[in-house]
Every structure is written in C-alpha cells, then in structure tokens.
C-alpha cells in the first residue's frame, strides 16, 4: 500500500504553518519570564504549543490523504447440482445416492485446492448448501442464471459447473439464457437418455370449478415409451369406485394419445380424483401411472323467478337468456298460479307487476322484506301508481295513455357493473321498446344504464335504471318488448351473445351480496404440494373500520383429524399468516377472535394437490448439457471423468486471479488519532503550566 499527501493549496504554504508555531511558541515561553519552569520544562511545553500550532495551521490548507491499495481476488468455480427427483427415479437411483455423491465430494475437494468453490442445489428452488437428497418436484434451470446474475455480476467468475440430467419443467429455456462475463460452463451428463419401457399419465387438463349435476371435461394425456403392441387400461376413480376406463393398445414406441372424458358431478364439495393406467411387465418407474386431480362442486346456481300478469313473448326471451348462462337457472310463472316460496329464489322478476287487475302487493312486499332482488319490467299491463308506492328509486307520472318506442343510448358513466363491448355496440341498434308517455323523476341513488332515444333524439327518460336501498338492489326496464331485441340481435349477428351477455350482468349485479361480516379470511382454494398456504385476515369494529389489536388464532384440521394451530401476525390494519407446505389432501381451516367481549369465527376449506410433475419424463436430454458447455467455451463431462474435469479447469490460462488497483481519499482531519494527539499536547501543556503556578 502506497499513499501520498495532497493539499489544496501549494505546498510553500506549510512555511506560513511551521512560522505561526515557531512565533506562537517563541512569545509564550521565551519572552514571557514570569513562569518559574525549568529549561526541559519549557523546551518541552513549546515544542507542544509548536506542534499543535502548526497542526492546526496545516488542516487550514485541506490536505488529503490519497490511498494506493492492491488487492488480489482469487477465481470463483460455481457448482450447481440438480437435486430434483428425476434424477433417482430410474434404475441408477442406488448409485446416485451413493457412489456419485462420494465422486461428488472428491470433485469439490479438488478444486477447494486452488479456487474458492461455491456449491449450491437447484430444483425448486436455489439453495447454497452442500448436501443434496434428490427430493425437489420441478426443476427449473433458468434459476441458476439469475442467481449467477444476481450474485457474481462483477467477480472473478471463473467457471460454472452444472451437474444435471438436462430436463427442466419449469421456467425459460436455458438455451436462450447468458451469464455474466462470457464465463465457461461445464456440464456434468447424469441421468439415462436411453428411453426404457414406461407408461406415462403425461398431462391433465380440467377446469378447477364446476356445477352441481354438469358434465365436465376431463382430457388425459396418455404417453407410452417402447411399449408398442402391448395393451394396458386407463381408469379414473372416485371415492374407492372406478367412474370411468378405457382400454389402449400402443402401436408403436413413442406412443401419445389424449383421450377426452365427460364426467358427471353429482356431490357438492371439493372432490378427488385418480387417473391411473394399468403397468405392464418391464416398467423402469410405476411413479408416473398415477395423477390425482381435485374439482369443487358447487350449488351456486343463481334460482331466477320471473312472474308475469299474463303470458307474454318477453319472458320466453328473458328464460332462454337466463338458460344460455349455466350460473343460473330460472322459472316462469304467472302470478294466479304461483304457489311456491319466494325464499328459493335469487332474483324476483315482476313482469308488468303490479298490474291494472293484479296488485301482488302480498309477493312484492314479503320479496322486501327479504331483501330479495328484483327487476320491474313495465309495460301497457303495470299499475303505475301501485309501482311509484314500492319506493323504487323511480317515480313515474303519466301524462296521457299513449306510448312512444325508444331505443336504448347506453350511458357512458353508468358505473355499477361494466358492459361488454359487444353490448354497447350492439344494443342502441336494436328495435324499440314500447315505453308509457310519461315524465320520469330519479332518487339521487339511481344510476342509469340506458336513456330513452326517441326517434333521433336522446331524452332524460331512463330505460333501464337501477337503485339500492338498504341492502336491496332493484332494477327497472320502462319498458315491454325485450323480445324483439332478441330477436333483433340474431338478425344482425346470427347469435344471441350480445342479449344474453346483457341479461346475465343485470342478474348477476342483482344477485351479488355484498360481504358485510365484520371477520373475515381469506386464502387460495387449490394450491399445490410445495407452495405455501397463505392467509389474510380483516377484522371490522362496528364502524366498517380495519382493526388489528386482538388475537387471531387458526387451526387446520388434516383429512385425518390432526390438527395444526397457528397465530396470525400483524400487517400493516389486517392479518397474515404463513402456515408452510402441506401434502396432499383436502383441508379445513377455522379461524377464530374475540374483539370487544364478542367471539367471531370464519371457517373455508383448501385443497393440496399432488405434484408429480418429475415423473412425467424421466429420459435424460444430454443435447441440451452439450449446446449449454459449447456455446460458453467449456465441455460436458460424464460422472467417470470428474479428475479430467478438474484438470480441464485448473490448466486454463484464463482462470487465475485478478489485482485491483483501488485508489482512496481521505481527509486527514478525519483522522482520529490526530485529534487526541492534539489533545495529549494541549492537556499535558496545561497540566504542567498550571502545576507551576502558571495560567
């Protein structure tokens, strides 16, 4: 290390410095004869005064002190070693655990000698350790370039080994990746790129929700290696009973096959499934004939009840529009022979209720006092002074027994829920509807969805408006002939999509209830093996207003009744929680707190799914190992050349280390001993000056 003085001034400066002590120590101790101080005494006390004058006149000029530094920084070798399941799962598991773990360990010990060597595994996930079990469910390669970014960006990389079967399923391809510097990498072949006899559920595809009583897709895609002539069977089974099974015969040896599968879901809840093909004689791994898969059933079927005055075109319309949707399922009914509860159902649609002969004051008011939702259809039939006293939201005053037709002109500013762009396009052209020659006056809640177009003018006359008061949401149509727009719509697109997309959001705007629980939590509903089950939780005072103060505990019952108990943490006004992985299964969760002497519990289900996606290939891709070490400058190397691959690396020529030159400023009155010399000569100056009598 070199180092030199710079001052911010020319250096003849430092004669004005040492001048200023020299004067400062000639008159205190040389001219001034009333001190009674020996000669050593003050030759000593001006040699300090000297000093500390002149140090002090000296960092007036601003001197730094500029730093030479060397440093030598040895090459890094960077070892990555696969540790997903693919690797043990063929017939060298025994020796992968074993021999090649030992050849491993001599391989770093080699390389130790003369590089600093940092291992880690991949899989899931990178980790920097130096043990592998061979336990990880995916792989994913591209990770081991970003943690080669992330953390060797600007070192001494000098090479990177990447011990693997080359298989990856998840993340970028590595061919397309780069790492920092143009660093070699050599590759370490593991694995058998031989195909042997397998049978391989390869993939399912289905849809993770579905209805009561539907049919639902199932696709499975089959794959069978050096299997052809042979014969084996699929089947799928259901709470310890086969639902469903094929046999497949195999006609040649790189076999693929999806087979498509309606199933029929006949229980509400969240169901499991396993798709199993049978094994035949000489499989390499029985692991990969299996797959489970979880489907939640649900009732959530919205019960639409559409009641009439009369027969009328518009409510077959309103039904088929209801029935294209699956999410809803609607009865017709005209008021004198309904006979049912209004409790079964959703929505109510009164069509042209209250009307001139039939009030359904009793239906209309037991529907308020449900908060049930409803959707008033007026039209030449409807009683107007009966519906202005259901405090809509809307009051009509009619004018004179005519009627005008309008067509819609959507509002751009309706807000309440948001309309394809189909439907705005598609419904101002569509036929008019027969609205009451009336004047129309809005509560302030309202929102409007179309305004009456007349001819060519636009008018304030709401055709389609909804209010909500209190926790009931209500929709008003103005008028009759909803029909001819479905009509309308099959003759300018030759479908009904536009109509029946309009019809499923007024239903499903009407029919959603809003939340108004004051605990609540929530989590994903599918989640698979290795990913965590998160939680977050909200608690609520009376006032709608986020609390966190109290306690949440929660508990997750395993499917066979162990139980694990965990406390929510704090974040920022809710809660959250990570309870960790679990294995496959489904489980329930119930949470539970006590906020202002009142208990609160909320309770859901999860389920885990398996993850078997190791199994589905099992064939080693060594291409990939050899483009990945010839495009970067390095070789791949087999598990029997390890004392070649060491050597390889130890005789490169551009392997060594680096020396940086690194210069340093510094201000030396930021030099700490600086300041208690300064303060050592002062102090012992005024010690000894005031041991002598002096001031």
Same mark, same amino acid.
């Given at each position: 290390?070199?180092?030199?003085?710079?001052?911010?001034?020319?250096?003849?400066?430092?004669?004005?410095?040492?001048?200023?002590?020299?004067?400062?120590?000639?008159?205190?101790?040389?001219?001034?004869?009333?001190?009674?101080?020996?000669?050593?005494?003050?030759?000593?006390?001006?040699?300090?005064?000297?000093?500390?004058?002149?140090?002090?006149?000296?960092?007036?000029?601003?001197? *730094?002190?500029? *730093?030479?530094?060397?440093?030598?920084?040895?090459?890094?070798?960077?070892?990555?070693?696969?540790?997903?399941?693919?690797?043990?799962?063929?017939a060298d598991?025994?020796?992968?655990?074993?021999?090649?773990?030992?050849?491993?360990?001599?391989?770093?010990?080699?390389?130790?000698?003369?590089?600093?060597?940092?291992?880690?595994?991949?899989?899931?996930?990178? *980790?920097?350790?130096?043990?592998?079990?061979?336990?990880?469910?995916?792989?994913?390669?591209?990770?081991?370039?970003?943690?080669?970014?992330?953390?060797?960006?600007?070192?001494?990389?000098?090479?990177?080994?990447?011990?693997?079967?080359? %298989?990856?399923?998840?993340g970028?391809?590595?061919?397309?990746?780069?790492?920092?510097? /143009?660093?070699?990498?050599?590759?370490?072949?593991?694995g058998?790129?031989?195909?042997?006899?397998?049978?391989?559920?390869?993939?399912?595809?289905?849809?993770?929700?579905t209805?009561?009583?539907?049919?639902?897709?199932?696709?499975?895609v089959?794959?069978?290696?050096?299997?052809?002539?042979?014969?084996?069977?699929?089947? %799928?089974?259901?709470?310890?009973?086969v639902?469903?099974?094929?046999?497949?015969?195999?006609?040649?040896?790189?076999?693929f096959?999806?087979?498509?599968?309606?199933?029929?879901?006949?229980?509400?809840?969240?169901?499991?499934?396993?798709?199993?093909?049978?094994?035949?004689?000489?499989?390499?791994?029985?692991?990969?004939?299996?797959?489970?898969?979880?489907?939640?059933?649900?009732?959530?079927?919205?019960?639409?009840?559409?009641?009439?005055?009369?027969?009328?075109?518009?409510?077959?319309?309103?039904?088929?529009?209801?029935?294209?949707?699956?999410?809803?399922?609607?009865?017709?009914?005209?008021?004198?022979?309904?006979?049912?509860?209004?409790?079964?159902?959703n929505?109510?649609?009164?069509?042209?209720?209250?009307?001139q002969?039939?009030?359904?004051?009793?239906?209309?008011?037991?529907?308020?006092?449900?908060?049930?939702?409803?959707?008033?259809?007026?039209?030449?039939?409807?009683?107007?002074?009966?519906?202005?006293?259901?405090q809509?939201?809307?009051?009509?005053?009619?004018r004179?027994?005519?009627?005008?037709?309008?067509?819609?002109?959507?509002?751009?500013?309706f807000?309440l829920?948001?309309?394809?762009?189909?439907?705005?396009?598609?419904?101002?052209?569509?036929?008019?509807?027969?609205?009451?020659?009336?004047?129309?006056?809005?509560?302030?809640?309202?929102?409007?969805?179309?305004?009456?177009?007349?001819g060519?003018?636009?008018?304030?006359?709401?055709?389609?408006?909804?209010?909500?008061?209190?926790?009931?949401k209500?929709?008003?149509?103005?008028?009759?002939?909803?029909?001819r727009?479905?009509?309308?719509?099959?003759?300018?697109?030759?479908?009904?999509?536009?109509?029946?997309?309009?019809?499923?959001?007024?239903?499903?705007?009407?029919?959603?209830?809003?939340?108004k629980?004051?605990?609540?939590?929530?989590?994903?509903?599918? %989640?698979?093996?290795?990913?965590?089950?998160?939680?977050?939780?909200?608690?609520?005072?009376r006032?709608?207003?986020?609390?966190?103060?109290?306690?949440?505990?929660?508990?997750?019952?395993?499917?066979?009744?162990?139980?694990?108990?965990?406390? /929510?943490?704090?974040?920022?006004?809710?809660?959250?929680?990570?309870?960790?992985?679990?294995?496959?299964?489904?489980?329930?969760?119930?949470?539970?707190?006590?906020?202002?002497?009142?208990? /609160?519990?909320?309770?859901?289900?999860?389920?885990?799914?398996?993850?078997?996606?190791?199994?589905?290939?099992?064939?080693?891709?060594?291409?990939?190992?050899?483009?990945?070490?010839?495009?970067?400058?390095?070789?791949?190397?087999?598990?029997d050349?390890?004392?070649?691959?060491?050597?390889?690396?130890?005789?490169?020529?551009? %392997?060594?280390p680096?020396?940086?030159?690194?210069?340093?400023?510094?201000?030396?009155?930021?030099?700490?001993?600086?300041?208690?010399?300064?303060?050592?000569?002062?102090?012992?100056?005024?010690?000894?000056?005031?041991?002598?009598?002096?001031?």
């Open positions: 290390m070199n180092f030199q003085f710079i001052l911010g001034q020319p250096w003849w400066f430092v004669l004005f410095c040492l001048m200023a002590g020299a004067l400062a120590a000639g008159i205190l101790y040389y001219r001034n004869q009333q001190m009674d101080l020996t000669l050593w005494q003050k030759r000593m006390l001006a040699f300090f005064r000297f000093g500390t004058i002149v140090l002090l006149c000296f960092f007036l000029l601003s001197p *730094l002190l500029r *730093l030479h530094l060397n440093r030598n920084q040895d090459p890094i070798i960077v070892l990555f070693q696969d540790n997903s399941q693919s690797l043990v799962m063929g598991s025994l020796l992968m655990k074993g021999a090649y773990l030992e050849d491993l360990a001599l391989l770093r010990s080699g390389l130790q000698q003369n590089f600093q060597l940092h291992t880690y595994s991949f899989g899931e996930r990178v *980790l920097q350790t130096d043990s592998f079990d061979f336990s990880d469910r995916i792989t994913d390669i591209s990770q081991v370039f970003a943690t080669l970014e992330s953390h060797y960006s600007n070192r001494n990389l000098g090479a990177i080994i990447l011990a693997s079967d080359g %298989i990856y399923n998840r970028q391809n590595p061919r397309f990746l780069t790492v920092p510097g /143009f660093t070699p990498i050599y590759t370490l072949a593991l058998d790129t031989v195909a042997r006899r397998d049978l391989v559920i390869n993939r399912l595809n289905h849809n993770r929700i209805y009561l009583n539907n049919l639902f897709p199932l696709e499975i089959v794959e069978a290696r050096q299997a052809s002539g042979l014969n084996s069977r699929v089947k %799928i089974e259901h709470e310890g009973r639902v469903w099974e094929q046999r497949i015969s195999f006609n040649s040896d790189h076999y096959q999806t087979l498509a599968v309606q199933l029929e879901a006949t229980d509400v809840g969240i169901k499991r499934y396993s798709v199993t093909i049978d094994p035949i004689e000489g499989e390499i791994s029985t692991a990969n004939n299996r797959q489970d898969f979880f489907i939640e059933v649900i009732d959530s079927r919205q019960k639409v009840l559409l009641l009439a005055h009369a027969p009328h075109p518009d409510l077959g319309a309103l039904r088929m529009a209801l029935e294209d949707n699956h999410n809803y399922e609607a009865k017709v009914s005209l008021l004198r022979d309904f006979s049912g509860s209004l409790e079964e159902y929505v109510i649609v009164w069509h042209q209720l209250p009307s002969t039939q009030a359904a004051a009793q239906l209309i008011g037991q529907a308020t006092r449900l908060n049930l939702p409803q959707l008033f259809i007026l039209g030449a039939q409807s009683n107007l002074q009966a519906f202005n006293r259901l809509t939201g809307l009051q009509i005053a009619q004179t027994q005519g009627f005008n037709d309008a067509r819609a002109d959507i509002n751009p500013q807000t829920f948001q309309p394809t762009d189909e439907i705005n396009r598609v419904l101002p052209q569509l036929p008019p509807l027969q609205t009451h020659f009336a004047s129309y006056t809005l509560s302030p809640a309202a929102q409007v969805f179309a305004y009456q177009r007349i060519n003018i636009t008018t304030t006359f709401p055709l389609v408006v909804f209010s909500e008061t209190a926790e009931r209500t929709g008003i149509i103005t008028g009759e002939g909803l029909w727009w479905r009509l309308g719509n099959f003759a300018r697109e030759e479908n009904h999509q536009a109509f029946n997309d309009w019809v499923s959001r007024i239903i499903q705007y009407l029919s959603v209830v809003e939340d629980s004051f605990f609540r939590v929530f989590t994903r509903a599918f %989640i698979y093996e290795n990913e965590p089950a998160l939680f977050t939780a909200e608690l609520y005072n006032s709608y207003e986020l609390v966190n103060e109290p306690e949440v505990n929660l508990r997750i019952t395993h499917p066979e009744g162990v139980n694990f108990d965990y406390t /929510f943490r704090q974040a920022g006004n809710a809660y959250s929680l990570n309870a960790g992985a679990f294995p496959a299964g489904e489980y329930r969760y119930t949470a539970s707190v006590n906020f202002g002497g009142e208990d /609160f519990t909320a309770s859901g289900l999860f389920t885990v799914s398996p993850l078997n996606i190791e199994a589905v290939n099992t064939v080693a891709d060594h291409n990939l190992l050899f483009q990945l070490a010839e495009n970067s400058g390095g070789r791949m190397f087999y598990p050349q390890m004392n070649e691959l060491v050597k390889e690396i130890t005789e490169r020529d551009d %392997i060594r680096i020396v940086y030159t690194q210069y340093e400023f510094e201000d030396l009155i930021n030099l700490r001993w600086i300041f208690f010399l300064l303060l050592l000569m002062l102090s012992v100056e005024w010690f000894v000056r005031k041991y002598s009598g002096g001031y």
